[in-house]
C-alpha cells in the first residue's frame, strides 16, 4: 500500500479510536454512579442526623419518664396521708386534697410530654428504617451500574483492539521518519488528534489554507518519505498520488 495512503488509513483508525476513547470515558454509566456515591452520603449523613436527635428525644423521654414517676410518687404520699384519717382540720384537709390535685394535674401534664416524645421515637425510628432501604437500594443500583458499566468497556474494550491491531497492519507501510512525527503531532492538544492532513489542489484538508504554487508543486514532486508540514497548522500533509490526473497540476 502506498504510504501516502496507509497514513490516510492510520489516521482514520486513530480517529476512529480516539471517538470510542471519548465515548468509554462519557458512558452515561459513569455519571449515574457519581449521582449515586453523592445519594448515598446525602442519605448516610440523614441518618446520622437522625441518630443523633433519637439520642436527645430519648434522653428527654426518659426525662419526663422520671418526672411522671416523681410526681406520681409523691400524689400516693398525698392521697395516704389524705385518707390515712391523721388531718382532721376541714382547712387542712381542703389544702391536701387541692395539693393532690395540682400534683395529679402536673403529672398528667408531664405524661403528655412523655407521649409526644415517644411518638417522635416512633417517627425518628420509622424515617431510619426507610432511610435504611433506600440506602439498600441505592447500593444495589450502584452494583448493577456497575456491571452495566463493565459491560460497555469490554465491549468498547473488544472495538479499540481490533482497530488497534488493524492500525498497526497500516503503520507498518509508512515510513518510519513520517510516523514517528505524525505520532508526536497526535500529542498536540491543539491538532485534536489529527496528525496529518490530505493536501489536495494545494490545499491543506484541516486547516484549509492553500499553499502557494512553487511550494504546492515542490512539495507534491518529493519522494513519498520526505515530511511535508502544512505551513499554519504544521500538520504532516499527505500528497494525494502524484500524476493521478493533470487536474491535480496547479500552474
Ligand atoms: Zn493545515
Redesign the pocket.
Known sequence: MPPRIALLDVQALDLERDALLARRAALPERQRLRDLAARATELDQAHARCLQERGAVNRQERDWANQVEDLAVKAQELEDKLYSGTVKATKELEALQEEVRGTRERQGEFESSQMETLEEIDRLDAEGVDNRKAREQVDTDASATRDGLARAEALIDEELGVLAGRCEHHRQDVPSTILVEYDRLRGKERLGGRAA?ELAGGT?G????RLPVIEYNRIRNEPDDVLAH??????V?IRMQPGAGTAEEVT
Open positions: 492532513a491543506c484541516a486547516c484549509r489554507v502544512c505551513p499554519r497548522c504544521s500538520r500533509l
